[in-house]
């Protein structure tokens, strides 16, 4: 799963108004400069969401926040020790059942001159700023002897809810989710290109990896640090794999699947394939079928396994291995992780292991926010001296993942935007593929996979639903 991240360097300074850096500028990481952005975002939740977690960042700094009547307008009271007197307004707009703008404007109050603003036009068109105030500022309480004027973009707070809502970690739900009847499932009819009910004499490799070729070493381990529930990564994983058979290796590909799946995997892999084998795997399974589906059991990783099986069929020499755990947690699941992929490696010691799981799992070094806890690719590295962990960077996009609803107190799995922190960050120019580091990240990684942006992967079982238009990716800025 992926922290919560803190985009250092994003986050201009509330309360700040310079020549060089106000609050209505943002730091632009590939020009190294404060600009104004030129598109709105769009958050892949409802707005009630959104705007609810404004409420929580600007009351968690304790201002309090009053809605309008409608519900999508809040203002706050008055920012303490501020003078001018000035308060924070906030506008809501709903695109759709989980897609949302959300505009913060921090607003200062005087007894005298004219109006100006620093407002923002529809989704994708270019900021402008007008010379008047929108006609709802209007209607925002007023303080005696003073009135709203100057209304100014607050980026700030619109960083920290950015980072709220799409850097947030995703939950891999482990015990305690029982599987649905078959009869209560419905097949997703938005799998990938190629998926696992199609027929194809091979599988579809696509190009290599650009710089991955260094990589593919008999005996080497490869931990990938999967945003869990993309296209983008199981689409790498069998480039990589193709590659590396291709070259003469044996591959052993380790997924984050419960071993008990292993006997369903194996009958699977040496099945014909097509919608009989589809049903069987999926039917015998308690895991394909969980009532809450997190994004290890995505529609690109069932893609995948049916992948592997062409390339087995072409003759190819491919394993696939489930190494998760049914009920861990914790350090209790990482030793369980650890020794079931030692283990695969041990009996196909020649060959080369490319592992995906979630990015706490990857390192090779602890974790500092659980000292306590030691990751699975920190106990491989420990036990092999050929262990290489993966970071991924990419653009702005989107995810299937579940996260805990704090304010209905239950878990969501759904659609949801995905932000890299700046660390992570992939810029306009830098192409996909692989870079190795020079020296090993303090994250314990020692080269990032750079996808470009990120696309959601749903669950190819699903509880039946709605029928609701889909969503688009988030605009990016």
């Known amino acids: 799963m992926r922290r919560l991240g803190m985009m250092l360097g994003l986050l201009g300074c509330v309360g700040c108004a310079t020549a060089t850096r106000g609050i209505s500028t943002q730091y632009n990481p590939e020009t190294g400069r404060y600009e104004t952005p030129t598109h709105e975002l769009v958050y892949q939740v409802p707005v009630e ?49 989980r897609q949302a703008l959300v505009r913060v404007f921090r607003l200062r109050y005087t ?38 004027a100057h209304g100014y973009r607050d980026l700030s707070i619109e960083q920290k809810l950015l980072e709220r809502l799409e850097m947030a970690p995703a939950l891999e739900l482990v015990g305690g989710n029982p599987p649905l009847p078959m009869r209560s499932v419905v097949m997703d009819d938005q799998g990938e ?16 990896v650009e710089g991955a070729s260094s990589l593919f070493v008999a005996g080497g381990v490869v931990l990938v640090a999967d945003p869990l529930g993309t296209q983008e ?8 794999s193709c590659e590396a058979t291709a070259r003469g290796l044996p591959v052993t590909l380790a997924v984050s699947i419960p071993a008990s799946e292993q ?21 015998g399974s308690g895991f394909w079928r969980r009532l809450y589906q997190d994004g290890r059991s995505s529609s690109a990783m069932l893609w995948l396994v049916e992948q592997v099986r062409r ?43 490319l592992v995906l799981t979630g990015s706490v799992h990857a390192r090779t070094s602890e974790v500092s926010w659980d000292g306590d806890l030691e990751p699975m690719g920190s106990r491989v590295a420990r036990a092999l001296s050929s262990v290489r962990a993966l970071d991924v960077g990419f653009q702005r996009g989107t995810q299937y993942a579940c996260r805990y609803d704090v304010w209905d107190e239950d878990v969501e799995c759904n659609v949801f935007g995905i932000s890299p922190t700046l660390e992570a960050r992939q810029s306009s120019t830098r192409a996909n593929g692989l870079e190795l580091f020079t020296s090993e990240q303090s994250q314990g990684f020692q080269g ?3 996808l470009g942006a990120l696309t959601a992967s749903l669950p190819p079982l699903a509880p039946p639903r709605k029928a609701t238009p889909v969503d688009e990716a988030p605009a990016t800025k």
Request: charged letters at 20%; aromatic letters at 6%; one cysteine or more.
């Open 49 to 97: 969401d959104a705007l609810m977690t404004v409420r929580y960042i600007l009351e968690k700094s304790r201002i309090d926040v009053m809605e309008k009547e409608g519900g999508l307008e809040m203002y706050s009271s008055f920012i303490p020790e501020v003078v001018p007197p000035e308060r924070y307004y906030i506008l809501g707009e709903r695109l759709g059942p």
């Open 111 to 148: 007894s005298e001159g004219g109006y100006s603003a620093d407002i923002s036009g529809r989704p994708g068109q270019t900021l402008v700023m007008p010379g008047v105030l929108p006609a709802a500022f209007n209607n925002v309480p007023g303080l005696e002897g003073y009135r709203p």
């Open 193 to 208: 290109e190629g998926g696992a009910t199609a027929v194809v004499p091979a599988p579809a490799c696509g190009a290599p």
């Open 233 to 240: 990564v199981p689409s790498a994983a069998l480039r990589m």
């Open 263 to 283: 006997p369903l995997l194996d009958r699977y892999l040496a099945s014909g394939g097509g919608s009989a084998a589809v049903q069987e795997l999926l039917s």
């Open 311 to 353: 390339l087995r069929v072409s003759g190819k020499d491919v394993a696939v291995v489930a190494i998760d755990s049914d009920k861990a947690h914790g350090n209790e699941r990482e030793e369980q992780m650890s020794k079931l992929l030692l283990a695969a490696q041990a009996k196909r010691p020649e060959a080369w292991t």
């Open 448 to 450: 990032r996979l750079y």
